[in-house]
Each structure stands twice: as structure tokens, then as C-alpha cells.
């Protein structure tokens, strides 16, 4: 599907475009792009759908001066389930976003524009998202660009690129970043099915990127039924204070959700 989209790239570059440089030219916006499409069409190319969403995050990292890369998907306007990591930390830092219910991966959401998070120990960064920027420091991430994927305004998960080092993207590294997330967003579309009402084939869709992340988190949605049973309070209220216990208690949310699944943690009313 990304070779497809590099196909449509090509159509689309102007009459005068070449992918390729010779004799010391300088190569154009257009030629950037394209080697970006094909570096990433290029990273999927012969994986099945389990390591397709790795492969694209491993890509990321090599175009960009970053140290790992995650695609998270959205649940209306919050963070729903880690789509892709390229690596432990990447993905813990998706999971402590989905905790807190706050971070750059959630302001990216909330605007539908890039959040771009250039030194997490210092203001406005730190100052910004105090409870995230803490537990990231302690892993040593000190920088973190959210890029929201959708099209028409409309945010549907987000390209998140952390470094273990302060400072920010250049104009070029920013522009490599958009590409690659315009290239992870259509790639985000066209391996779920329901965007365009198709059921995928049995042999060649068994478990999409997207049900497979959803299925992730599909325990917290279970625990916030029955935190609402046991405290009487709304959906919201109810992963809220999920979040709360996981906070105190230096957890994620995920876990806590499992505790409540096996009756080993009970709330009560205040």
C-alpha cells in the first residue's frame, strides 16, 4: 500500500522532478520527498501485517535525527491504543500518555497540528506537561514531536519522535517528518478496513494494525465499566481515577485495569 502511494507521488511531482541527483545537483523538494515515500514503502516492502507497523517506525528513525518513533491511533479526542513502537521506550512513552491523559501526543490531538516538545527539562516544555516531562526525563528523553495523521483537520492517532538529546527539527528535518506522516497516515487508512467499508480478504487482513492495538487497551475499557459499578460515577470519572491510582502508584493504566479485572483492586467512594 506505501508502494502504491509512492506511485502516486511520482504522478503528482512536477514535470521537471527526478528522484535521482547527478553531477553534484542539489536535489529538489520533489526528489526529497520521493526518497523519503520510497524509504518507507521500501521498509514495508515483504512483511506480513505484525511487523509492518515496526518496520515503519524503524524507518522514521533512520530518516530523521531522532532515537525511536510510535504511531498511536485516537478514540474521539484521547489517546486510544499504541499502533506501532520502535522500541521500549517509544512505546512506554505512548502508554504514559494514555495514563496521564495529557502530553504532546495529546496536545496534538486536541489541535490537530504538530506539537513539538524541544527540551522537556526546561520551560515552556516542562512547565507545559509537569507529570509527563517528569517520568520522560527519568528515561532519558529529552525532546518529543507529535505529529497528528488524518487529513481535512481531522486527527486520527499521531507520528510521535522522541531523542535523548534537546534541541529541534530543522525546516528540512520538519518537512522529512511531514512526509513521513502524510506516508504513515495513508498507510493508518488503507490497513483498516471500516475506513472505506471493505471487508478485508481472510488470508491477507486476519488482524489489522488498528484492531490489533485496539484489542491492547480493550481491558481498560473494561475496568472503567466496572469502576463505574463500584463508585457510581460517569465513563470519564471513572478512567480518571484509574489514571490517579496508576500515578500514585508509578504504574500505567493497563495495569491497574488488569487489577480490577481480576477483583485483586477494588474502589470505593471517597
Same mark, same amino acid.
Given at each position: 500500500?506505501l508502494a502504491?502511494?509512492?506511485?502516486?507521488?511520482?504522478?503528482? !511531482?512536477? &514535470?521537471? &522532478?527526478?528522484?535521482?541527483?547527478?553531477?553534484?545537483?542539489?536535489? *529538489?523538494?520533489?526528489?526529497?520527498?520521493? +526518497?523519503?515515500?520510497?524509504?518507507?514503502?521500501?521498509?514495508?516492502?515483504?512483511?506480513?501485517?505484525?511487523? $509492518?507497523?515496526?518496520?515503519?517506525?524503524?524507518?522514521?528513525v533512520? =530518516?530523521l535525527?531522532?532515537?525511536?518513533? *510510535? @504511531?498511536?491511533? &485516537?478514540?474521539?479526542?484521547?489517546?486510544?491504543?499504541? #499502533?506501532?513502537?520502535s522500541?521500549?521506550?517509544?512505546?512506554?512513552?505512548?502508554?504514559?500518555?494514555?495514563?496521564?491523559?495529557?502530553?504532546?501526543?495529546?496536545?496534538?490531538?486536541?489541535?490537530?497540528?504538530?506539537? =513539538?516538545?524541544?527540551?522537556?527539562?526546561?520551560?515552556?516544555?516542562?512547565? +507545559?506537561?509537569?507529570?509527563?516531562?517528569?517520568?520522560?526525563?527519568?528515561?532519558?528523553?529529552?525532546? =518529543?514531536?507529535?505529529?497528528?495523521?488524518?487529513?481535512?483537520?481531522?486527527?486520527?492517532?499521531?507520528?510521535?519522535?522522541?531523542?535523548?538529546?534537546?534541541?529541534?527539527?530543522?525546516? *528540512?528535518? %520538519?518537512?522529512?517528518?511531514?512526509?513521513?506522516?502524510d506516508?504513515?497516515?495513508?498507510?493508518?487508512?488503507? %490497513?483498516?478496513?471500516?475506513?472505506?467499508?471493505?471487508?478485508?480478504?481472510?488470508?491477507?487482513?486476519?488482524? &489489522?494494525?488498528?484492531?490489533? *492495538?485496539?484489542?491492547?487497551?480493550?481491558?481498560?475499557?473494561?475496568?472503567?465499566?466496572?469502576? !463505574?459499578?463500584? %463508585?457510581?460515577v460517569?465513563?470519564?470519572? $471513572? #478512567?480518571?481515577? !484509574?489514571?490517579?491510582?496508576?500515578?500514585?502508584?508509578g504504574?500505567?493504566?493497563?495495569? @491497574? $485495569?488488569?487489577?480490577?479485572?481480576? +477483583?485483586?483492586?477494588?474502589?470505593?467512594?471517597?
Amino acid at each position: 500500500m506505501l508502494a502504491e502511494f509512492a506511485d502516486r507521488e511520482v504522478m503528482t !511531482m512536477p &514535470s521537471g &522532478s527526478s528522484a535521482h541527483s547527478a553531477g553534484g545537483y542539489e536535489p *529538489s523538494e520533489a526528489d526529497e520527498r520521493l +526518497r523519503v515515500i520510497e524509504a518507507l514503502a521500501t521498509a514495508a516492502r515483504g512483511v506480513d501485517a505484525q511487523q $509492518a507497523p515496526e518496520a515503519l517506525c524503524r524507518a522514521c528513525v533512520g =530518516l530523521l535525527p531522532v532515537t525511536g518513533a *510510535s @504511531v498511536s491511533i &485516537s478514540g474521539g479526542a484521547t489517546v486510544r491504543a499504541t #499502533l506501532c513502537a520502535s522500541d521500549r521506550v517509544a512505546a512506554w512513552l505512548a502508554e504514559a500518555q494514555f495514563t496521564l491523559g495529557d502530553g504532546p501526543c495529546q496536545t496534538a490531538l486536541d489541535v490537530a497540528a504538530p506539537v =513539538l516538545a524541544v527540551d522537556l527539562a526546561k520551560e515552556p516544555d516542562s512547565r +507545559r506537561w509537569p507529570l509527563f516531562a517528569h517520568q520522560a526525563l527519568a528515561l532519558g528523553v529529552r525532546a =518529543l514531536f507529535s505529529l497528528p495523521l488524518g487529513v481535512g483537520g481531522v486527527a486520527i492517532g499521531t507520528l510521535d519522535l522522541y531523542r535523548d538529546r534537546p534541541g529541534g527539527l530543522s525546516v *528540512s528535518e %520538519l518537512s522529512i517528518a511531514l512526509w513521513a506522516r502524510d506516508a504513515v497516515t495513508f498507510a493508518v487508512m488503507n %490497513l483498516h478496513p471500516r475506513h472505506h467499508g471493505i471487508e478485508p480478504a481472510p488470508e491477507d487482513e486476519a488482524a &489489522s494494525w488498528v484492531e490489533a *492495538s485496539e484489542a491492547e487497551h480493550s481491558e481498560v475499557y473494561q475496568a472503567m465499566g466496572i469502576v !463505574m459499578v463500584q %463508585l457510581g460515577v460517569d465513563p470519564e470519572e $471513572a #478512567l480518571d481515577r !484509574m489514571r490517579a491510582r496508576a500515578f500514585v502508584e508509578g504504574r500505567t493504566v493497563t495495569e @491497574v $485495569a488488569r487489577d480490577v479485572i481480576t +477483583r485483586t483492586l477494588h474502589f470505593r467512594p471517597q
